[in-house]
């Protein structure tokens, strides 16, 4: 039993601790409580800095990790297509190292947990050895419907096949809904998915999506799909995935910026999670999420970094800076929580994203030069998180 000893502990689901304790043993979370109390152990002085619990980044793409630098930013349109002129020269092996070394640095600025969307499913096994727990998203693209069905057999196929692997579990995932067809989205939606897509991220899709035309019909045209017949017609993009049947409580939608009152109150009244990926969305020139409107409609939050392709770190933590700094009038627990038991909560980990009783042992720590008055508003000043793992 080790007793970790800290200025604050942030429990996360309950009010903050000065001079908290967090007892461990076998790696999970034993005692949280005051100094002076709790069970015996070697005591641990972290310092007085705060204690959270693991990070837990709801959308990312490990697999995208050689790509940093080379597509972004660049408005969204055109980096799309750098992304998938670069991803055509991929080796197996580029994308792995790439892939181990974020997630180290992952797991070295506090995160814990993420949700990973993977195409190519190659870094399964390096996940299991690394100090993440992962949800992978497979994500399937298909915007031809005449070959639907055929996509769907083959993403259920391919998943069938994999070797499993301890901490890693794998959901079915979209793309897009400028990627994937309505009839697509649809024969997902009656197989129980998909888990996660891309949604409301660019003006370019809500355009899409409106009439049928803009930069991504000019894409689709480009890629040898111009003979789809699509018209659009959608008010918003979270209206074209409720037509297509896919929001659900299972499901994590990436970014939700192109999105307004009326989407808030039907992804809130669905149960649907939305990762926010707000340094992405800047870097891509996609806008900011509006982030008071999805918490006063009570939608689900959480965080996500998106890719080392658009995003400049792995470190969620940052995320949480960034909103706080563009919207100060958000109470700070909220993004401490989006940021923890919201991405737990996203991807269905019951153990991660809290400071309690049978949580993973699995720790972010800010550090300070002296306890600080306002525990949640000095993780949220811009100081880097360390990971601490006793598991
Ligand atoms: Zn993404």
């Known amino acids: 039993m080790e007793r970790l000893h800290a200025g604050w ?11 908290g304790v967090v007892a461990v043993d076998g790696g999970r979370v034993a005692w949280i409580g005051p100094l002076g109390e709790g069970p015996a152990g070697e005591d641990v002085d972290l310092g007085p ?26 408005p969204f349109v ?15 092996d580029v994308v792995r190292s790439a892939a181990r070394m974020a997630m180290a640095a992952a797991a070295a600025s506090g995160t814990a947990a993420v949700g990973d969307v993977s195409n190519g499913l190659q870094h399964l096994a390096d996940l299991a050895r690394s100090r993440l727990r992962a ?14 069905e055929e996509a769907l057999a083959w993403s259920q196929a391919r998943r069938a096949e994999l070797d499993p692997q301890p901490g890693v579990e794998v959901r079915p995932a979209a793309h897009a809904p400028y990627s994937c067809s309505p009839r697509l989205l649809a024969l ?27 930069e991504f019909a000019a894409f689709l045209a480009e890629r040898g799909l111009g003979h789809v017949a699509f018209a659009g017609g959608a008010r ?67 965080l996500g970094t998106d890719s080392l392709a658009s995003s400049p770190s792995l470190d969620l933590l940052s995320e949480a800076v960034e909103l706080h700094r563009a919207f100060p009038a958000v109470d700070p627990a909220v993004l401490v929580r989006a940021a923890t038991v919201g991405g737990a909560e996203a991807l269905g980990l ?20 002296r306890p600080p008055s306002e525990p949640l508003a000095h993780v949220l000043s811009g100081a880097s998180a360390t990971g601490l793992f006793y598991d």
């Open 236 to 302: 918003s993009p979270v209206d074209h995935a409720e037509a297509c049947g896919i929001l659900h409580p299972g499901l994590v939608i990436a970014h939700g910026v192109q999105t307004e009152a009326a989407d808030h109150a039907l992804l809130a009244r669905r149960g649907v999670h939305v990762a926010l990926c707000p340094r992405s969305n800047l870097a891509l020139g996609n806008g900011l999420p509006p982030l008071p409107g999805l918490l006063a409609a009570g939608v689900k939050v959480c």
């Open 49 to 74: 800095g705060v204690l959270l619990p693991g990070f837990v980044n709801a959308h990312t793409h490990l697999e995208l990790s050689h790509l940093a630098g080379v597509v972004g930013p660049a």
């Open 78 to 92: 055109p980096w799309v297509r750098a992304l998938i002129a670069a991803r055509s020269g991929d080796t197996a």
């Open 188 to 214: 997902m939606a009656a197989a129980g998915g998909p888990a996660a897509i891309h949604l409301a991220e660019s003006a370019a899709e809500t355009r899409f999506l409106a009439d049928g035309g803009g």
């Open 135 to 148: 949800v992978v998203f497979h994500e399937l693209i298909g915007w031809d419907p005449a070959r639907a």
């Open 9 to 19: 502990v942030v429990p996360v689901v309950g009010p903050p601790l000065r001079d």
């Open 350 to 369: 019951a153990d991660h994203g809290r400071i309690g009783p049978g949580a993973r042992a699995a720790f972010a720590y800010v550090a300070a030069e």
